[in-house]
């Protein structure tokens, strides 16, 4: 099992939240769907990459498109970046990761996101996608509003700092960080590796 | 062709400087080897991704173990970093690869910093990759002590920042900006897609 440790509001995580499940059914390798909040992550340690960085901003678009184009898909690019709500989508998100629909949610908000222009998050895509994963908005998003919600949000966020986390998406094979959904080859070769041969 | 451009004192570039010889030889792609001062356009644009980010940091040096075991690489990590004299090491690479010897004295200099600490620039190290290129040293390192040297990487940044270029190692394909060794696969499929089909 590979831990799926990931923010809505993380532009290239877009690229495994959409090809999970095809990962999911070629290898044969389980992933548990695990929301933080990887903005709080990046402003605590002073990790801005995008904002006033226009090259980079320009280059992650265009790498996103044509790894997308890789994976076949298709996206609108750019689409609206940074999220206003990207804690409200990521407080769902840990709600239906404990009731088990977090992984249908996700695909949602982010096809409506990067293929339809809707902001995840916001309305209306994010009681769309709450209705697409099978539940009832008004229920999820009065859950979602609690101090609760915010408290796991908060304590999912420490859990991945604790892992040595600091980006959206990471992998993490018992302990062992990968970051980035070009890593996510690696990540399913050291799973392998560790199931079938003897530790090194 | 392939415009492969890097700075000695980029940790990454480890990989692609190692290993460019051996992907030539599989693959029959040419790259051309072109030196520029990638700390100046990380401090201009406020691009400090390490420095002060120690969880960063650490998974730089684990993930580049680990991809340099992919590649059957041994460095020693980590390795001293930041490089004191990063502009030197790179006014030498301006000259080599002027005159024809960039790639030896490149691979030279990672493999004494990465593989036997010793940091890349200053001396030992410096004389001894220059000697390993066929060179004398003392007549390089007059030369790269000059003005015009200075002039000579100074405008072979300014050419890497025209082409979009904000870190190291980065590939160009024919305008097409490709950053990361890890991108290196993908640049390769960029120009032979180029080569065979029909524009899209």
């Not at 409200?88 to 088990?100: D, T």
């Given at each position: ?27 044969g ?52 970046y ?41 309305e ?40 040595g ?36």
């Open positions: 099992m590979i831990d799926f440790w990931f923010s809505i509001g993380s532009t290239y995580s877009y690229l495994s939240v959409m090809r999970l499940a095809e990962v999911e059914a070629q290898t390798v389980h992933f548990r769907w695990r929301p933080f909040n990887v903005r709080a992550i990046m402003i605590e340690m002073d990790n801005i990459p995008f904002a006033k960085k226009p090259a980079k901003a320009a280059y992650m678009w265009r790498d996103i498109e044509r790894r997308a184009a890789m994976y076949k898909m298709v996206p609108k690019l750019p689409t609206p940074p999220l206003a709500e990207l804690e409200r989508a990521n407080r769902v998100a840990v709600i239906a990761a404990a009731e088990g629909w977090c992984e249908a949610y996700a695909r949602g908000s982010y096809r409506r996101w990067f293929e339809q222009g809707e902001p995840a998050g916001s209306p895509n994010l009681s769309a996608s709450i209705e697409e994963a099978g539940q009832q908005p008004r229920r999820v998003l009065r859950k979602a509003d609690s101090d609760a919600a915010n408290a796991d949000l908060a304590a999912a966020t420490e859990q991945a700092k604790a892992l986390i600091f980006g959206s998406p990471s992998f993490v094979v018992d302990g062992e960080l990968f970051w980035g959904d070009d890593r996510l080859d690696d990540a399913i070769r050291w799973l392998k590796q560790m199931e079938s041969g003897p530790p090194d």
